[in-house]
């Protein structure tokens, strides 16, 4: 869906620093390179891309956005050699590593969006969070919109 957008470089990269308070461990997630494709009029469902990191084991257990009806974590995966994509319940996070939502791998999936997006719109993310107590955090991030580079 990008073949629609000139590949017109986006420099803003948001970063998010923030950290979660989970009692009594101090928890803290790191989401960097939060980015979605761009819809064309009249699409109603794109796709979300960041890098994660976590300071203690947790969980991404859900997605939400003021923008889309619904959301989901998806990963990709080959079947029959045809690409498919599937909603998963929970996206672990180990300790330490670094989790790439990335094209063609694991993504947030936007459905029943309430407007087109376009190039540099910046798009709301809440993102939920479990750790290994069941103790669930929330926590929001500003993706840009840019063609997938
Ligand atoms: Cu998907």
Redesign the pocket.
Known sequence: MSAFYSMRATLALLISFVSLVSFPALAEVTVTNAWVRPTVAQQKAT?GFMTLTSSTDMHLVGVSSPIAQSA?V?EMSMENDIMK?RAIPRLPLPAGKTVELKPGGF?V?LFGLKRQIKAGDTIALTLSFEDGQQQRTELRVNAIAKPAN
């Open positions: 796709g989901e998806h994509m993504h999936m």
